[in-house]
C-alpha cells in the first residue's frame, strides 16, 4: 500500500475530522454501535482467517470512544465491552489521516508507542484500513491485529484493502436503508417522480423517433395522440394549423370542434404556451367565445403549446382534460417538447405534400390526353404510387402517326399508335425519364411511316442509347389501322411488359402472351424485336396496363393476372371508361403507380 502511514501521522492532529457533523451524522445513522453485528463480525472473522492473525475488528470512531460492532480475538474485557476509549484507539489515526495505517511494531513506532493499548491489549502489530460511507466520510477501521513484531506483506494488505472496500460498501448501503425507512413517504414521492420521469423521458424518445418517419398531417395528428395520452392521459387532443385560406372549405373542413382552434389561435398569435386550469372566464381571463367551446368539449383545463415553425408558428398543440387538472413545470416542458417535435413534423409534411402534389402534377402534364377516333372508344386512367411521395415511370399514349403505304381500298392507311410502358424507377427522374421516352417513341413512328410496330420501338432503342438517355424498363407498343371491312387490325411489339388483354367479341377473354427482353439492357438483347398481329372485331375491347395491376409482395404474379382476367371478364359489357374504373378501384390499392388503359371496338 503505497499510500499507508508507516511511519509518521501523514496530516494533522488526531482528533483532526472527529467532530465533522456530516461523518458523526454517518455514525449515527449506521444504527450501530456496541452490540455485536452478525455482518460486522463476519468481516472481521475474515480478516483473522485470511490474514492468519489472532485477532481482528470493525471499529467504529465516534467522537467520544471507538465501538466494536465486530471483533475477534480480543482480551478480556474489552472483548465484551466491545469499545476502547480514545486513548486506545489506533484508528483515530486512520479517521484523522483518511488514510490506512500499518505499524509493524507498534513499541517502536513514533505514533503509536506511547498508546495504551500496547501494554493493555497487548497490541504490537497493526494494520487499518479506512471504512468511508458514500459520501466519502472516513467513519472508522477494518483493522488486523498481532501480539507479536509483524512485517505485513503487499498481499495482506491488498487483502485487508479488498475485504474493507466490501466493509464500506455494506455501511452505506445501512445508512440508505436507513435514510429510506427515516423517509419513507420522501423516498415514495421521489420514486413516483422518478418513474414519471422515466416514462416521460421514454415518451419523448418514442415521439422523437415516431415524428421521423410522419408524412402527412394526418400522421403527426395520430402521433401526437398517442404519445402525449401515454402519460398525460388528456381527454382531448387537437393538432390545430393555422391556414393561408382559413375561408377556404377544404381547410376549414371539419371545424366543428376548430382542435379548439379559438384557444389555438391566441398561442399561434403570442407565440406563448397557454394554460387555462380553469374555464370560468373570470378566473381564468378567456373570452366568452373560448369558454363556450370549452364547455361545448366538456373540458375544464386546457393547455395549448405552439408549434414554431421556420419563419413562423404554424399552428398549436392542444390538450385538454374533463376537470381541474395541476400540472406541474415538468408536464408543460413535456408538452412543449412534444409540440416541438410535432411542429417540425408538420413542417415536413407541408414541405412533401407539395413535393408531392408538384411531382404528381409533373407526371399528369406529361400524359396524353387521349384523341378522338371514329370507331374507337378509348379510355384510360392513371394512379401515382400510394406512398405519398413517389412519382415513376408508367405511362400511357395514343397518338395519330403519318399515313403509310395504300390499304387494300386504295386509300391511306389510318395508323393509331398506342402504346403502355413502365420506366424503372420511383422517382421525379423516373417520370422525367418517363416523357422522353413517350416522346421519343412518337418521333419514331414519325420517322418510320407505315413501319411495323417493331421497327418504331427499334429505332425508339437505338436512340436512347445513342443520346445515353440510358431510361431502361417495360413497354408494349400496337399500331392499330382500320379495316375495309369494318374492325380494325392491330400489330404489336413488347418489350418484357405485362400482357395485354383481349376480350373478344365472342365471349372469350386471352392474354395476348408474345414478348421479348425489356427495353434499355441491349447487351442482354439476343435476338430483334418481334411483330405481332391480330384482327379486333366489332365488339371486342383491348386492355393494356402496368404491373401495379398484378403484383403484389407475398402474391403470385399468375395468381394476380388470373385475379385481373376474372374481373375483366366479368365486367366485360361495361364501357371502356367504367371499365377501367372497376379495374383501377379493385386491384389499384397500396400498390405501386398504375396504368389502365381500354379500347373498345
Known amino acids: ?85 480514545l486513548s486506545h484507539a489506533f484508528c483515530l489515526h486512520v479517521v484523522s489521516s483518511a488514510r490506512p495505517l500499518v505499524v509493524d511494531d507498534a513499541r517502536v513506532h513514533p505514533l503509536v508507542r506511547d498508546n495504551p493499548a500496547v501494554p493493555d491489549l497487548g497490541i504490537v502489530a497493526y494494520a487499518g484500513m479506512p471504512l468511508r460511507d458514500s459520501e466519502g466520510n472516513v467513519l472508522g477501521a477494518l483493522c488486523a491485529i498481532d501480539g507479536t513484531p509483524r512485517e505485513w506483506s503487499a498481499g495482506e494488505l491488498e487483502t485487508l484493502s479488498d475485504l474493507a472496500v466490501a466493509c464500506s460498501t455494506e455501511l452505506s448501503l445501512r445508512l440508505a436503508r436507513y435514510d429510506a425507512a427515516l423517509e419513507r413517504s420522501l423516498r415514495d414521492d421521489l420514486e413516483q417522480a422518478q418513474h414519471r420521469s422515466f416514462v416521460r423521458s421514454q415518451t419523448l424518445l418514442a415521439a422523437s423517433q415516431a415524428f421521423t418517419d410522419t408524412a402527412t398531417v394526418d400522421d403527426v395528428r395520430e402521433r401526437a395522440d398517442q404519445l402525449v395520452s401515454t402519460d398525460l392521459q388528456p381527454a382531448y387532443v387537437g393538432l390545430a394549423l393555422a391556414v393561408d385560406h382559413p375561408d377556404d372549405p377544404a381547410d376549414a373542413r371539419a371545424n366543428r370542434e376548430l382542435e379548439a382552434a379559438i384557444v389555438a389561435t391566441a398561442a399561434v398569435r403570442s407565440g406563448r404556451m397557454l394554460v387555462h386550469p380553469d374555464p370560468d372566464p373570470a378566473v381564468a381571463g378567456v373570452d366568452r367565445a373560448t369558454a363556450e367551446l370549452l364547455d361545448e368539449l366538456g373540458l375544464g383545463t386546457i393547455v395549448a403549446a405552439p408549434l414554431p415553425g421556420p419563419q413562423d408558428v404554424v399552428g398549436a398543440l392542444v390538450l385538454g382534460w374533463a376537470g381541474p387538472r395541476a400540472l406541474a413545470p415538468s408536464d408543460l416542458l413535456m408538452i412543449g417538447t412534444v409540440a416541438g417535435y410535432a411542429a417540425r413534423a408538420v413542417s415536413r409534411a407541408r414541405v412533401l405534400a407539395h413535393r408531392t402534389g408538384a411531382a404528381h402534377d409533373l407526371q399528369r402534364a406529361m400524359l396524353t390526353t387521349l384523341p378522338d377516333v371514329p370507331g374507337l372508344v378509348i379510355a384510360a386512367r392513371y394512379v401515382p404510387a400510394d406512398s405519398r411521395e413517389d412519382v415513376g415511370g408508367d405511362w400511357y399514349d395514343a397518338a395519330f402517326g403519318p399515313a403509310g403505304p395504300p390499304g387494300p381500298a386504295g386509300g391511306p392507311d389510318e395508323v393509331l399508335a398506342v402504346s403502355v410502358g413502365d420506366v424503372i424507377g420511383h422517382d421525379l427522374r423516373a417520370a422525367a425519364l418517363m416523357g422522353q421516352a413517350r416522346s421519343m417513341l412518337r418521333q419514331a413512328l414519325w420517322d418510320h411511316p407505315g413501319g411495323s410496330a417493331s421497327d418504331v420501338f427499334s429505332a425508339f432503342e437505338r436512340a436512347n442509347a445513342g443520346v445515353a438517355l440510358d431510361a431502361a424498363g417495360t413497354a408494349v407498343l400496337a399500331l392499330l389501322r382500320r379495316r375495309g371491312a369494318g374492325g380494325w387490325s392491330m400489330s404489336w411489339t413488347n418489350a418484357g411488359h405485362p400482357p395485354p388483354v383481349l376480350l373478344d367479341a365472342d365471349g372469350s377473354t386471352r392474354l395476348l402472351p408474345e414478348h421479348g427482353m425489356l427495353f434499355g439492357y441491349p447487351a442482354l438483347a439476343r435476338q430483334p424485336r418481334a411483330d405481332h398481329c391480330i384482327d379486333l372485331e366489332p365488339g371486342s375491347t383491348l386492355f393494356l396496363y402496368t404491373d401495379g395491376l398484378v403484383e403484389r409482395r407475398g402474391r403470385d404474379l399468375d395468381a394476380g393476372t388470373q385475379e385481373l382476367l376474372e374481373l375483366l371478364d366479368r365486367n366485360r359489357g361495361l364501357a371502356p371508361s367504367a371499365l377501367v374504373d372497376v379495374v383501377v378501384r379493385t386491384l389499384a390499392t397500396d400498390s405501386d403507380d398504375v396504368v389502365a388503359l381500354a379500347i373498345g371496338v
Open 1 to 85: 500500500m503505497d499510500d499507508a502511514d508507516r511511519g509518521s501521522a501523514g496530516g494533522g492532529s488526531d482528533r483532526d475530522g472527529l467532530s465533522d457533523p456530516m461523518r458523526l451524522q454517518a455514525l449515527e445513522r449506521s444504527g450501530l454501535g456496541t452490540a455485536p453485528d452478525p455482518v460486522m463480525e463476519g468481516f472481521a472473522a475474515r480478516v483473522r482467517e485470511r490474514l492468519a492473525v489472532p485477532g481482528a475488528f470493525v471499529s467504529l470512531v465516534r467522537s467520544d470512544q471507538q465501538v466494536l460492532p465486530g471483533v475477534v480475538g480480543l482480551p478480556e474485557p474489552w472483548a465484551s465491552r466491545r469499545a476502547l476509549p
